[in-house]
């Protein structure tokens, strides 16, 4: 725990080979064991976890040996002092989720994907959390015509509400992106995850996670969105990172492209008092081009942004900016906001 409260974590693919779409692996793997190491040098406490980050080869094993294997896990992360924050189904890379998982198709596959995300329940229940992360990946269409946008909401909804009965104390976090990997997302922002979680069978256990370059990437601002997701007690989880532009998802570090959307996000978190509700999550990748043995820079630049703009909100002269919000002197307001970020008097 850092001096203001918060509490920071990543997951393990935020330490990566650099592969992209046109060229191969640019930096050695290193094992998810060598991984749980570096956490706590670079000041985070917790693991995000996919479900087979947790217990790899999930599919070929029965019930019993999953949890035995998040047990074991569990006891590793104590020993280094970390937990769990969270466990996401993995749904995007088996053959069974090629064209969808709650919203394919194929019954079977749709099947598969229920029973695939009971099984990262089990592993979040034996793990010591309750928090259950729904990135709806390949929830969405390559060609429009090949499914019913509609029919696709109550699928998610009847997936949503199988998982909330299986496991009575799961509380369930979705985490929208509007693209990638596919062309158009059926819960694309803040606003379609939380009128999901709403007509769920138990809303108060169904909430979000707002990620910053999916907000950008679908044209919202994100600090808007961890407000509105905020007003209503929804905002669990954030995916601090930054992206420049419209593109593919970048996981920029957080700030590196533009300091006062990122600035504005802090704001917004730190006025809300996030640290008593959840744990700030980076999701950060380093560039192609850092050399292996420095590619876990991103993530302390991503931490230490948030902290120095903690400091800079809270050193926000909020009488001045009260005073220029009264006069409606936006201009004076936005050479304050400009100012204090580039530490120069306004
Ligand atoms: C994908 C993404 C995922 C989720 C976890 O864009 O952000 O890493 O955060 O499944
Ligand atoms: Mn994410």
Do not use: C
């Not at 569990?74 to 998982?101: N, Y």
């Not at 919202?220 to 997701?229: K, M, R, T, V």
């Not at 876990?296 to 009260?322: C, I």
Request: proline fraction near 5%; glycine fraction near 6%; hydrophobic fraction near 45%.
């Amino acid at each position: 725990m850092d001096k203001y409260g918060y509490r920071f974590s990543f997951g393990p693919w935020n330490i990566h080979e650099g592969a992209d779409p046109f060229g191969p692996a640019v930096r050695p793997s290193r094992t998810f064991a060598d991984k749980l190491t570096v956490y706590k040098e670079l000041g985070f406490d917790l693991v995000q976890l996919h479900d087979d980050d947790a217990v790899p080869n999930l599919d070929e094993l029965s019930p019993a040996q999953i949890r035995q294997t998040a047990r074991t896990l569990k006891q590793t992360l104590a020993d280094l002092g970390l937990s769990a924050e969270f466990v996401a189904p993995r749904l995007w890379e088996h053959p069974m989720t090629i064209d969808g998982a709650y919203t394919s198709n194929d019954p079977q596959a749709r099947a598969y994907a229920i029973e695939r995300s009971k099984k990262a329940a089990d592993i979040a229940q034996e793990l010591g959390t309750d928090l259950m992360v729904l990135w709806l990946a390949r929830e969405g269409t390559y060609l429009r015509e090949t499914k019913d946008a509609g029919r696709a909401a109550h699928q998610l909804l009847e997936a949503i509400n199988t998982l909330l009965a299986y496991d009575a104390n799961l509380r369930i976090a979705i985490e929208p992106k509007p693209n990638e990997p596919m062309d158009l997302a059926y819960i694309p922002t803040m606003g379609h995850a939380l009128a999901l979680g709403f007509q769920a069978d138990d809303p108060k256990r169904v909430g979000v996670l707002m990620e910053t370059a999916h907000s950008l990437l679908a044209g919202l601002d994100p600090a808007d969105e961890i407000s509105f997701a905020m007003a209503f007690g929804k905002l669990w989880s954030v995916h601090l990172n930054d992206q420049n532009g419209l593109k593919f998802d970048q996981d920029r570090s957080f700030g590196a492209i533009n300091l006062r959307t990122a600035f504005n996000q802090v704001r917004v978190l730190d006025e809300n008092r996030f640290w008593e509700v959840g744990v700030v999550g980076m999701d950060v990748k380093a560039l192609r081009t850092q050399p292996a043995d420095l590619a876990t820079k991103h993530l302390r630049n991503s931490l230490s942004m948030f902290l120095r703009l903690v400091e800079l909100s809270r050193s926000l002269d909020q009488a001045a900016v009260a005073a220029l919000i009264a006069a409606r002197d936006y201009e004076e307001l936005d050479w304050l906001i400009l100012s204090h970020l580039i530490g120069r008097a306004a």
